[in-house]
């Protein structure tokens, strides 16, 4: 598996490749997202992603996400830390720290991750934008530090598909 279907595998409970709308709002409360939001974040993610990852002799709903082909649901304004096939590209996580943490150099403040989505802002990609800008200050939300602040292993956490996993065991609620 490439580090995005890592990345969304925690999402797919029945462990079948296919995330439901359910399996996405599910997925959301375990990691503290409340409840009114993860309806909402789980109808537009699965909503955007199920038809761009849906396979052309697929039976289930339009919504269903597909682990397998999650690279085609990649957005613009991203940080381009995945590559175009959903590979983790060392390089350009690094970067999101070396040009946006100047506070502490392994973490991000929440201005600095406003910052950074600002510059990551593509023209003419307000969607794209909006869906970096929806993950990132919900990742902020969940997963920030006691000083308020996003650490550097915590985000490389999400992009190897481990950080869900432990936001669960640790039973964090936002």
């Known amino acids: ?21 359910d399996e996405t709002y599910q997925g959301l409360r375990d990691v503290g997202v409340g409840e009114v ?3 909402a974040s789980a109808a537009l993610i699965n909503g955007a992603l199920g038809p761009k990852t849906r396979p052309d ?17 990649k957005h ?4 381009g830390a995945y590559d175009a096939q959903g590979r983790f590209v060392p390089a350009k996580f690094d ?5 946006h943490a100047k506070t502490v150099p392994n973490a991000l403040t929440k201005d600095e991750l ?3 989505l600002k510059d990551n802002q593509e023209k003419n990609d307000f969607a794209g934008w909006l869906a970096a800008k929806s993950e990132w ?7 920030k530090d006691k000083d308020g602040r996003l650490p550097k292993d915590t985000v490389r956490a999400v992009y ?6 432990q936001l669960t065991a640790q039973g964090k609620k936002a």
Do not use: P
């Not at 970067?95 to 040009?99: A, D, N």
């Open 137 to 143: 200050e919900m990742l902020y939300k969940v997963a």
């Open 76 to 79: 613009g304004s991203d940080t």
């Open 1 to 21: 598996m490439t580090e995005l279907q890592k990345h969304v595998a925690f999402f797919d409970r029945d462990h079948d490749g296919i995330i439901t709308f």
């Open 160 to 165: 190897d598909g481990t950080l869900f996993y």
């Open 95 to 99: 970067e999101i720290f070396s040009k």
């Open 114 to 116: 406003d910052e950074m």
């Open 37 to 39: 939001t993860a309806k």
């Open 57 to 73: 002799n697929a039976n289930s709903s339009r919504m269903d996400i597909y682990i397998e082909n999650i690279q085609k649901g």
